[in-house]
């Protein structure tokens, strides 16, 4: 079946500028993360939803960054006057059940964001 | 909160060579352990999972357990491809993350295996 899909691919962008990133997570699958991987940082968490909502925005670096998730599917990660330090892979991630510390998270391959 | 501390790498090996990336964590209660592995130009996946004390993941020839007294889940290979030339990141989930992110990963900071033929 499909996997995590991620849009676009990649994105330059000006700093100062809006970006919407977009992921599809596999069907039926009702957990939903957004982890970023820089160099320096490596993997960090950034935001998980449970259904639409989002209970864990914990990972979140600043109030420039947003996402939300609809019918339970598609969610979009929003950054706003872009900086570049930004400029990292943004990985979404989808699971079967809520919250399951046991559950195998299924990665998308990533958008890659460079800030200019 | 919980934490995940991996060998630095990177970590160069010839091939049929033994495989040892140490990882160990830090979280309380009874956190799942996995290992992913990011192949170049490709995105994360599962190499293994372990989710309860003493458990032993395993897949592709690559094993892992689950040590509680040592607070470890070191990924193991007996014989080393080029094929498996690639990042590895150990994660967490659960543990002292408390409340409904239960499966919010926390990851190390990955080491990168070279293997020549």
């Known amino acids: 079946g499909a996997g995590v899909s991620q849009s676009p691919s990649n994105k330059v962008t000006e700093k100062g500028k809006d970006v919407e990133l977009r992921c599809d997570p596999i069907s039926g699958h009702t957990a939903l993360y957004w982890y970023r991987q820089s160099l320096g940082q490596g993997l960090e968490f950034l935001i998980y939803f449970q259904g639409n909502s989002a209970p864990d925005k914990s990972g979140l670096p600043s109030d420039r960054f947003s996402a939300e998730r609809t019918g339970g599917s598609v969610s979009t990660l929003t950054i706003q006057r872009t900086q570049q330090e930004d400029s990292a892979v943004y990985l979404c991630a989808s699971s079967r059940r809520l919250a399951g510390r046991t559950d195998t998270q299924y990665f998308g391959p990533g958008t890659r964001l460079t800030v200019l | 909160g919980n934490s995940v501390t991996q060998m630095e790498g990177p970590v160069t090996l010839s091939e049929e060579a033994f495989l040892t990336i140490n990882c160990t964590y830090t979280a309380t209660g009874y956190p799942s352990l996995f290992w992913y592995v990011q192949y170049p130009g490709e995105g994360l996946q599962l190499l293994l999972k372990?989710?309860?004390?003493?458990d032993k993941g395993s897949n592709k020839g690559f094993e892992a357990t689950y040590r509680k007294e040592t607070t470890s889940f070191h990924l193991e290979k007996g014989s080393v491809q080029v094929s498996d030339s690639a990042v590895y990141f150990c994660?967490?989930?659960?543990?002292?993350?408390?409340?409904?992110?239960?499966?919010?990963?926390?990851f190390g900071q990955g080491t990168i295996l070279t293997v020549h033929p």
């Open positions: 372990a989710t309860k004390a003493d």
């Open positions: 994660a967490l989930s659960g543990g002292n993350a408390g409340g409904t992110s239960y499966g919010k990963l926390t």
